[in-house]
DNA sequence: TGACACTATGTCTGATATGACATAGTATTC
DNA sequence: GAATACTATGTCATATCAGACATAGTGTCA
């Protein structure tokens, strides 16, 4: 994955599901980030449903505030793994996390919710 | 996540969805290693419905024959990034990813005990 | 206003994953 | 057996990601 592209999506204000590829960024590479928004998504989400600030679940993830934000942020720097994992520690489930990433997804052909 | 557990479950030859925590393993450890491994299965299917060598997938990927090999392992070198990426450039899509990962899961949902 | 809690962003250093290469193992065919 | 194609495993240099820290922005409340 070149995480550039992201990036440069990222900076033009962008949501990622309604570009696919107003850059050069392939379909896999698309398709991937929407992914792994919907994973960012699912994580904020969790953590304020168990009422969490970014630091309290930074200490349970043994990690730091600023990378919990950067998660929830979908930052490039972010991988798949970490954002999975903290999910599951948050008690997510693989059903949760399934569906986490088809929520990630815009719609192949058609943009319908 | 530490691989090093995952090393040592493979050592002892197990096959990850059947022990659970038989090391110190945590729960959300484990289902990411399921996870992963759903996908490494997923990815060898794949490969072989396509009629590929490893060495012709590499070439796809821009990767090397060993990585592959190593994805379709389930080596903890490789990344969940990794994994799903090389799916979705055999032409996944989020939904087979979805369930790749699910049918990675072995036991009941992990939360409720 | 100031103080406070929360979140966002940039950067550093150490850890880990990556592709590449070598090499060994496994069939299969001659 | 030799030769071929495919796959597995180990190692290495480099690229990327991790946690940590600083700091800036945001919102709320007294």
Redesign the interface.
């Known amino acids: ?1 070149k995480n550039t592209k992201r990036a440069k999506l990222e900076a033009a204000g962008w949501a990622v599901g309604s570009v696919k590829e107003f850059l050069g960024l392939s ?3 698309a ?2 980030i ?2 792994k928004l919907g994973l960012s998504r699912s994580l904020r989400d969790r953590r304020k449903k168990c009422g969490l600030s970014q630091v309290q679940l930074a200490e349970q993830l043994q990690s730091s505030q600023s990378r919990v934000a950067k998660m929830e942020a979908g930052d490039p720097s972010v ?3 970490l954002l ?2 903290s999910l ?2 948050l ?1 997510a ?3 949760d ?3 986490a ?2 929520g ?2 815009k719609g ?1 052909g058609r943009h319908a919710a």
């Open positions: 994955m379909d896999a590479d398709v991937l929407n992914m991988s798949m793994d999975v994992s599951l520690l008690g489930t693989s059903a996390l399934a569906k990433i088809r990630g997804e192949k």
